[in-house]
């Protein structure tokens, strides 16, 4: 402790012996708070436009860049390549199906869950999962309305796995793709539109998916009130995603052209759940013919014992 004084004492000796060679000196204070330059000021003041530029990643798009050529991309023949897709740990999962299912005003999906990482591995299960649920659901639900009909036997309909799988999975991959082409089209006719990669606008099409899966299966509840109710809330819910995730990119263009993409974007999604529940839950139901019984031709058999 006494050397660790002396220590001291001799610091303060040299810096008393500069200060006096050297009056003018400038001298920074601990305690003083260090200026702020003005520039930083100009940069907090910017207006909601600039704030929601900054939701859309293009501030981080030269790291983002320099991030993705440090990286060695194997050859796209390699199980290297399609390994990167699902590179991805059961947290990041359920913090983006947990975005998605409670959208936050003002947040950009891409922005918060999938610009570090996009995947493809919650996209596909979502889809996979939302199949069978659907399908399994609609089953379900049209044996309870036929139940207790003596002319009714059950009998499962597996051919409608090969039309909701195809319908759901061009749904998350047709259409996204379309939206890229058409992103990437405006892009080259105004300057100010931001496009997303093809990786990412999958990712927020599958990851929106999520919240029909437990509505698929609420929608065995043979009420038709009950069930448009729940395709009205799901719908305002991921739609909401899709919004708020695409608005930023297109708003700078022409108005209509922007609110004309949006409202696509909409009335696709809406047209999707409306068709499921239409198709596999609130179909007509089928007159049943009545059971041939044999009629008795009055004959009579006499079995004479000896």
């Known amino acids: 402790i006494a050397f660790f004084v002396m220590y001291l004492f001799a610091e303060f000796d040299d810096a008393a012996n500069l200060l006096a060679a050297n009056p003018d000196a400038t001298t920074i204070s601990i305690d003083e708070p260090s200026e702020v330059p003005k520039n930083k000021h100009s940069r907090l003041q910017q207006s909601g436009r600039e704030e929601d530029d900054e939701l859309l990643g293009t501030d981080d798009s030269d790291k983002t860049e320099l991030l993705a050529g440090q990286k060695k991309s194997a050859p796209f023949w390699t199980f290297e390549?399609?390994?990167?897709?699902?590179?991805?740990?059961?947290?990041?999962?359920?913090?983006?199906?947990?975005?998605?299912?409670?959208?936050?005003?003002?947040?950009?999906?891409?922005?918060?869950?999938?610009?570090?990482?996009?995947?493809?591995?919650?996209?596909?299960?979502?889809?996979?999962?939302?199949?069978?649920?659907i399908v399994v659901s609609g089953n379900l639900s049209n044996f309870f309305i036929h139940l207790g009909k003596p002319t009714y036997r059950y009998v499962p309909e597996f051919r409608k796995v090969s039309i909701a799988a195809t319908t759901i999975y061009a749904y998350a991959w047709l259409v996204p793709l379309a939206l890229w082409g058409f992103l990437m089209w405006r892009n080259s006719k105004v300057m100010n539109i931001v496009s997303y990669s093809f990786l990412e606008i999958v990712c927020v099409y599958g990851y929106s998916l999520f919240i029909y899966i437990p509505t698929a299966i609420l929608w065995i509840i043979p009420q038709k009130v009950v069930r448009w109710v729940l395709v009205m809330f799901s719908l305002c819910l991921s739609g909401s995603v899709l919004v708020m995730t695409f608005w930023p990119a297109v708003r700078d263009d022409n108005r209509r052209i922007a609110l004309a993409t949006v409202g696509t974007i909409v009335l696709l999604h809406a047209l999707l759940a409306v068709g499921c529940l239409a198709y596999f839950f609130d179909a007509p139901e089928l007159d049943f013919p009545a059971p041939n019984i044999p009629a008795h031709n009055g004959t009579t058999v006499i079995t004479k014992i000896q």
């Open 81 to 133: 390549y399609y390994q990167t897709f699902f590179d991805v740990d059961t947290y990041q999962v359920l913090d983006r199906i947990k975005g998605s299912v409670f959208p936050v005003p003002g947040k950009n999906f891409v922005r918060l869950y999938i610009r570090s990482n996009p995947d493809l591995y919650g996209p596909f299960w979502i889809c996979a999962t939302l199949v069978f649920a």
